[in-house]
């Protein structure tokens, strides 16, 4: 069974918003921080936000993100959320779900399960 599922990507223009969600169908979700990671063609895949298991400790590691993006999470319904506005073409590319232990992780090695990504492409 897949363990993390991500979507929500898609092509959009600068300024656009878009909403990625994540769901752990192979995992007791409350149990994880899920951590969003970004990874562009030809580069590392790198940290950019992180919440953790009860939604009280929220970290945004690219500080380009900050004030542009949201991460949340709903316990009932199993999902988080990686609410992006203000999109720029910096922004683009796959975007990965990951779930650690309780608490945020921000290295990349302490990711207990990823999910197959979503792609997110913006346009100048």
């Known amino acids: 069974q897949v363990e993390v599922v991500e979507s929500g990507g898609g092509m959009v223009q600068e300024g656009s918003s878009l909403t990625l969600s994540c769901t752990t169908p192979?995992?007791?979700?409350?149990?994880?921080?899920l951590g969003w990671w970004r990874q562009a063609p030809g580069k590392e895949r790198e940290a950019v936000s992180c919440?953790?298991?009860?939604?009280?400790?929220?970290?945004y590691y690219d500080r380009s993100v900050k004030g542009r993006f949201t991460i949340s999470r709903d316990n009932q319904k199993g999902t988080a959320y990686l609410q992006m506005n203000n999109l720029q073409s910096k922004d683009s590319g796959m975007y990965y779900c990951?779930?650690?232990?309780?608490?945020?992780?921000?290295?990349?090695?302490?990711?207990?399960?990823w999910g197959r990504g979503t792609r997110v492409a913006v346009s100048s």
């Open positions: 192979g995992l007791r979700f409350r149990d994880h921080a």
């Open positions: 990951a779930a650690s232990g309780s608490y945020c992780e921000e290295n990349s090695s302490d990711v207990l399960h």
């Open positions: 919440i953790g298991w009860a939604g009280e400790a929220i970290y």
